[in-house]
């Protein structure tokens, strides 16, 4: 499975973007997906999640500005960010699976980051 995190750029802050995050080799909608980002020197942390039905959640820091999403025809999960704020700014990625798993609750598949710059 190889999922692909695209839509990162720069933006001022009190901008938007979109974020998706797309597979080959998988049928996403069977899937739970979950958003992180990172920022150097830093651990990953968790940003937003979305399960297999559709059931969201969020961190507390992005609570009200970020939407999780999914369209299933298009076999993507998208992250919508409103109201961007320079501590926003972090490497995005993907993170897709039947089911969370280890110390971390994290799913299987890894996509590759796409960078998000906001500026203030």
């Known amino acids: 499975v190889q999922l692909q995190a695209s839509g990162g750029g720069l933006v001022q802050a009190g901008g938007s973007l979109k974020l998706a995050c797309t597979t080959s080799g998988a049928i996403l909608s069977r899937f739970g997906v979950a958003w992180y980002r990172q920022t150097p020197g830093n651990e990953r942390e968790l940003v937003a999640r979305?399960?297999?039905?559709?059931?969201?959640s969020y961190a507390d820091a992005v609570q009200g500005r970020f939407t999780v999403s999914r369209d299933n025809a298009a076999n993507s999960v998208y992250l919508e960010m409103m109201r961007l704020k320079p501590e926003d700014t972090g490497v995005y990625y993907c993170?897709?699976?039947?089911?969370?798993?280890?110390?971390?609750?994290?799913?299987?598949?890894w996509g590759q980051g796409t960078l998000v710059t906001v500026s203030s």
């Open positions: 993170n897709a699976g039947p089911r969370l798993r280890g110390p971390r609750n994290e799913y299987e598949h």
């Open positions: 979305i399960n297999s039905v559709g059931s969201t």
